[in-house]
């Protein structure tokens, strides 16, 4: 790994000149990117909600007969296969190849990838359109790399982070995409280099969709970029980073996970992106 160094509570390779953060967080309110999710039931309300506090622009399209159609409309693309059926696959599939198409940037969240043969196989073949971000838990990540080895139950993760880690590689490699495994602490991956964020709140994973919320967000990052394939990485960290300090922010005042929901949404929208490359907590390293 190259030299690193310490900037606004960020550790970055020295020889990478990155907008950080906050100036990512500011040119997504800057430009209100439209995402297009076509995501679970659960997580719909949730997830509008979030990326309106972020400052993005959500909409909520399934339907096989418009979902592609729709794809160069928006800014980026997210497919969640929390509700999968048969239809809504086929419209995930029909409008993952309309955003590379397209040239939009996509986020896919394989969600309980490992639980069904049914699952695991519709995760992996859209996995196979090279999605620019792949986002999940370790235990998700673990199936798709190791064919359903995984021992996670449902959306839940049973595995570590850590155990993810030369699975996400291997995934980044294999289709060009950036792998984000998200937990405790966060690691990231374009198969070269590997990323740590360590923000975030024990509360998160205890109030229903507010890791299918980060998909979108995640996408809403990328979609503002003016070029979010130069370097989907360093995006996509940004995204998580700026997630966990709301996270952080609201598990201050909450008493628990009802009143965290609220607390979340707030500090979303009160996140100043100068406050957040103060509160930050990146690492950048070795593979």
Known sequence: MSESTTVSGMQTPASAALPTPGQRLARLRETVPLVHNIT???????????????????????AREEAAAFVPVAAALTINIGTLSREWLAAMVEAAVAASAAGRPWVLDPV????????????QRLLSLRPTVLRGNASEIIALGMHGGATGRGVDAADGVAAAAAVA??????????????????????GVRCVRVANGHALMPQVTALGCALTGVVAAFLGSDP?????????????????????????????????????????????????????????????
């Open 169 to 190: 590689r291997e995934l980044a490699v294999t289709y060009g995409s950036v792998v984000a495994v998200t937990g405790p602490v966060d690691l990231l991956t374009d």
């Open 227 to 287: 070029d979010p394939a130069a370097d989907a990485l360093a995006t996509a960290t940004a995204a998580l980073a700026c997630y966990g300090v709301a996270g952080e922010r609201a598990g201050a005042v909450a008493d628990g996970p009802g009143s965290f929901a609220v607390a979340f949404l707030d500090a979303l929208h009160g996140l100043a992106p100068a406050e957040v490359d103060a509160e930050v907590r990146i690492e950048w390293v070795d593979c």
């Open 112 to 123: 309980a990838a490992g639980v069904s043969s049914f699952r695991l196989a519709a995760a």
């Open 40 to 62: 679970n039931y659960v997580a719909m309300n949730t997830m509008a909600n979030v990326l309106l506090a972020m400052g993005a622009s959500p909409a909520m399209i399934h």
